[in-house]
């Protein structure tokens, strides 16, 4: 499995969590998701986790992800930084 973590931080919370909820169906769409979770604090400080089934799915996203949060653009207080790790066990 392949996984990005994407650190951001928003400046309307409540606004990112009814964003992010509107477009669910979205994101558990993209080509190769496994799974994704959003979390934030208070703060505004938040982390998307993300993870695919393959390097190959991932990069074939791209371009929704990018328009994903292209749509949050105007909620966050600065870009996203994503990191990526080539290699993602489970423990369940």
């Not at 973590?5 to 969590?17: H, K, L, Q, S």
């Not at 169906?25 to 938040?46: F, K, R, Y």
């Not at 292209?70 to 600065?78: C, F, I, W």
Request: glycine residues 4%; proline residues 3%; negative net charge.
């Amino acid at each position: 499995m392949f996984m990005r973590i994407t650190t951001w931080n928003g400046n309307d919370i409540d606004a990112v969590r009814s964003t992010v909820e509107e477009k669910r169906q979205q994101i558990m769409s993209l080509p190769g998701i496994v799974t994704c979770h959003v979390a934030w604090n208070e703060d505004g400080s938040g982390v998307t986790t993300a993870v695919y089934e393959s390097e190959a799915a991932a990069k074939a996203s791209t371009a929704q992800i990018q328009a994903i949060w292209s749509d949050l653009a105007s909620l966050l207080t600065a870009p996203p930084e994503t990191v990526s790790y080539s290699d993602a066990i489970e423990m369940r």
